[in-house]
């Protein structure tokens, strides 16, 4: 990989994809960031030397046309919400979407691919367990559009691979960081703890990780021999050490209420038949609780040492995040 080189940036203006652009630009690359047609530009327009086009990764012409002339390609365009109608559309989007910005990588000679996928894509692990790149996907535990569609395009791009497509794929854990424009999971529990509306939670291990802490690890893949999977995760932690944490920022001195499984799920239910009736997306879905249900804790040791992984301390990543909703909040008010 040439450096600097012109990379292409699918999912830009998201909250990983611009910290993408960011690192991008501060080692000398050119960039080109595709955001959707009604995608606000506003965290990538302050980034010097950076070009912006609109467009739909489902429109495989239009995606050549737009990569001509790039020397790599990082791909973040994703459906991930927790509640999206019609279902289809995570299939349109995540696999056939994936499908077309590889194709016109392939046409456009991109000299390196780098596919964000996602942990979700590796199922239920047991407890005890801590995922690495040596356990197998497993689509046969996967819950749900997001992750399905997912484990299908990464399997699409690991047949690629095996051809000689020169991809690279990294699957971050869950992401926290400024600039979550569209409101990822985590970015929901801050707003709620903000706004006040995190009355209760279930508690379970995750793993979390700063989002220009994956973007850095993006750039750097662009350096390294394709053909490899890496996780991208930092902090294994219980989600009360989040929101106690978050507590701190926002200095909310009560705790919302822990609530054992069954209470949680049925609350959730509640959640859902509201937003069925109402139209409105539920805070929190019993698919995501079943999820969560299970540990999911990683080990990222292979992405630090190949690609200079980085870990920021928990609660700069949380400060940082929470401060950016802050702002965001008052701008919209």
Not at 96 to 122: D, P, R, W, Y
Not at 158 to 173: E, S
Not at 268 to 291: C, M, Q, S, V
Request: positive net charge; contains cysteine.
């Amino acid at each position: 990989m040439k450096n600097p080189g012109k990379i292409f940036v699918t999912g830009g203006g998201g909250l990983i994809g611009s910290a993408v652009c960011a690192q991008l630009f501060s080692r000398g690359f050119e960039t080109v960031c595709l955001l959707k047609e009604d995608e606000s530009p506003e965290n990538v327009a302050s980034i010097p030397k950076i070009e912006i086009v609109k467009g739909d990764i489902r429109n495989g012409s239009f995606l050549s046309k737009a990569m001509a002339g790039c020397d790599g390609c990082i791909h973040l365009a994703a459906l991930n919400k927790l509640w999206h109608k019609p279902v289809k559309d995570y299939y349109d989007v995540n696999f056939s979407g994936t499908k077309n910005v590889c194709q016109a990588a392939s046409q456009n000679g991109i000299l390196k691919f780098i596919h964000i996928s996602s942990c979700e894509i590796m199922g239920q692990m047991k407890v005890g367990q801590t995922g690495s790149e040596k356990n197998s996907p497993g689509k046969k535990t996967l819950l749900g559009p997001y992750a399905q569609s997912k484990y299908l395009a990464e399997e699409y791009v690991q047949t690629l691979i095996a051809t000689g497509f020169p991809a690279t794929i990294i699957r971050p854990t869950a992401v926290i960081g400024p600039g979550d424009i569209n409101l990822t999971p985590p970015g929901e529990l801050i707003r709620s703890s903000l706004g006040g509306k995190l009355k209760i939670y279930f508690n379970a291990f995750i793993n979390v990780i700063d989002s220009r802490d994956v973007a850095h690890a993006a750039v750097e893949a662009l350096f390294t021999e394709p053909g490899k999977t890496y996780i991208a995760g930092s902090h294994n932690v219980e989600i009360a050490e989040i929101i106690r944490r978050i507590s701190r920022t926002t200095e909310k001195k009560r705790m919302p209420l822990k609530l054992p499984y069954f209470a949680a799920y049925f609350g959730t239910a509640l959640l859902e038949l509201a937003g069925l009736l109402t139209n409105r997306t539920p805070a929190f879905t019993t698919r995501d609780l079943a999820i969560i249900k299970h540990p999911w804790t990683f080990d990222s040791s292979k992405a630090t040492r190949e690609l200079g992984l980085t870990s920021r301390p928990l609660q700069t990543t949380i400060d940082d995040a929470v401060n950016w909703h802050r702002r965001k909040i008052w701008m919209n008010s």
